[in-house]
Structures are given as C-alpha cells and as structure tokens.
C-alpha cells in the first residue's frame, strides 16, 4: 500500500494502521514537490529510526510499486492521481473531503476504468449512522426539521464536512429528493422562519475535535437525535485499509464505505 500526504495528520496514522498490519505493507510514502519530508527516510522524518524507505514525490513510481493508494491530501491531488491510479490499475481510496461537483465527475470518469473506493468519512460507525439516518427520514418525512450540526478541528479547511454531506444526501435520499435542492447552510441575519424541507448544516470549529456529527429531527413536541463522536482518528485509518484490502478482490468502480462493509441503505 502506498500512502499519499505522508506527513499529514490522516497521513501519518495511515502509516501506522499499515505497519500494525498482517496484510498489508508499506510499499511507498509520497508527499507534495518540495515538502521537507521528500528525499528523507520515513522513519527518521517522523522522528524515529531508520526504515529504508524513502518519502517521494514521484507518483508512477510509487504507484508502480503498489496495489493500492491511500489518498487523504486535497481535492486537486485526489482528482489527478484518480486518472493516474486507474491506467496503473492500482486501486484508489479516496479519503479527501471538500470536491466540487466538476471533481466529482471526474473521479466518477477514473472510476469507470479503475477501483477507486472514496468516502466522506471510513469509520464503521458513520456509516451506520448513514444507512439509520436514510431509514429515519424516510419513516418521519418532512413534518420533521432536519439540523446536521458538525464539529472538527480548528485546522480543517472545508465546511459543511464530508460527513455532514453524506448524512444530507442521506436524508434527501430517504426523502426522494436531491440534496442541492433543500440544502440550507449556515444561516445569518432575517432569514424569515424556515421552509418546510430544507436540511440545514451548521459546522463548529476549534480546538482539538477529531469529528462529531449530530443529525437533529426535530418535530412538534419531540426531538429525535442520532450522534456519531470519533475520539481518535486511526478510526479512519483503520476503515482506509480495509477498504484497501477489499478492492483487491473488485472489478473497475467507483465505490463507498457502505460497499465495503455490506451495509445496506
Ligand atoms: P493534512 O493537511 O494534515 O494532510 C494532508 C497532506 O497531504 C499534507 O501532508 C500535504 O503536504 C499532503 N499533500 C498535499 N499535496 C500533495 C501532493 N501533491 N502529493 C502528495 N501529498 C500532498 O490534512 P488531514 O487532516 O490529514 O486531512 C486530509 C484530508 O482528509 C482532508 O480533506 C480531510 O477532510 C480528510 N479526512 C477524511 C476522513 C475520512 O474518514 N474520509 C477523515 C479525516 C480527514
């Protein structure tokens, strides 16, 4: 398995997800042209002893040494090394947040030559919550307020979080309708009293969250709250390489977390 973003936070815990593994090695640590990790050894750079393997930036090598790719970078990087991925025939798991809909088309392009497994979030208990929330908002319709409220790290850079999308298109889904219709992000000022339907999302930032993803259905005289809290993010890891380890056995596709560990919506 090669890890993409090694010095990165999800990074790092990739490495050692992989290292504690009996399955998995490490084939190949890539970092962006120019980060002081590249050239460097690995373990050295993350402040141990020497391993022998070296940190790249040269994609086609890495991935030519690989039979998948973990990828928690930037939009940009996991669009291009899609492509990339896909003529190698290297699966692909896609744990960047924050694509537009032009990066999703193309990603969708790459799947349908290569294995790409991407999800807003890998850990096995969102995406419990996922298939719960769908089922929910389908048994209580729209007399019932939908509020997504998400709290992360003050150092994250996209908003609402993947998470918080997924549990949207989640609840549109259980409603038969498309998200991008109903969304309601973030409101300010006079906003009038609010439009029956709409999904609002709200996200907090600071301090030291790791993720935490409330989905609020709140009708006349009760509420009704599914929460999801990740405490430590080698959760995300962890759910990154068994995604890894299941493409292997995949035909080309663009796959989700919900696939991979046989929930059903
Ligand atoms: P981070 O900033 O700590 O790490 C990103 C790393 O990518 C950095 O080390 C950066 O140098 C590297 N990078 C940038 N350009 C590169 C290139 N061209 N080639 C190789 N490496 C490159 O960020 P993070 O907290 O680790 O999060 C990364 C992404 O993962 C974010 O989009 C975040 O929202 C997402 N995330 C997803 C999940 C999930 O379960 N899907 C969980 C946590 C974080």
Do not use: C
């Not at 090669?2 to 998995?24: H, K, W």
């Not at 609002?200 to 609020?216: K, L, M, P, T």
């Amino acid at each position: 398995m090669a890890v993409m973003g090694a010095s990165g936070r999800m990074g790092q815990m990739l490495v050692q997800q992989i290292d504690g593994s009996d399955i998995a090695t490490l084939s190949a640590v890539v970092e962006r042209t120019g980060h002081d990790w590249v050239g460097r050894d690995l373990g050295e750079a993350m402040g141990g002893s020497a391993r022998g393997l070296i940190v790249s930036d040269d994609w086609a090598e890495a991935l030519a040494v690989s039979d998948a790719v973990i990828d928690f970078t930037a939009p940009v990087v996991s669009v291009a090394l899609a492509e990339q991925a896909a003529a190698a025939g290297v699966a692909h798991v896609i744990g960047t947040t924050g694509f537009s809909e032009d990066d999703l088309a193309a990603i969708a392009h790459a799947g349908q030559t290569g294995r790409i497994v991407r999800a807003g979030n890998m850990s096995l208990g969102v995406n419990l919550l996922v298939t719960l929330t769908q089922q929910v908002a389908q048994a209580l319709g729209v007399d019932y307020d939908v509020e997504i409220v998400e709290a992360h790290h003050r150092h994250k850079v996209d908003a609402p979080s993947g998470t918080a999308l997924m549990l949207g298109e989640a609840v549109a889904a259980g409603r038969d309708v498309a998200l991008a219709d109903v969304a309601d992000r973030g409101r300010d000022g006079i906003t009038g009293a609010r439009p029956a339907g709409t999904i609002g999302f709200h996200a907090i930032r600071g301090g030291d969250f790791v993720g935490e993803h409330d989905v609020i259905f709140a009708g006349e005289g009760e509420r009704i709250v599914l929460r999801h809290v990740a405490t430590d993010r080698a959760l995300f890891a962890r759910g990154a390489l068994r995604a890894a380890i299941w493409a292997q056995g995949q035909g080309p596709g663009e796959y989700s977390m919900i696939d991979v560990l046989g929930l059903s919506r």
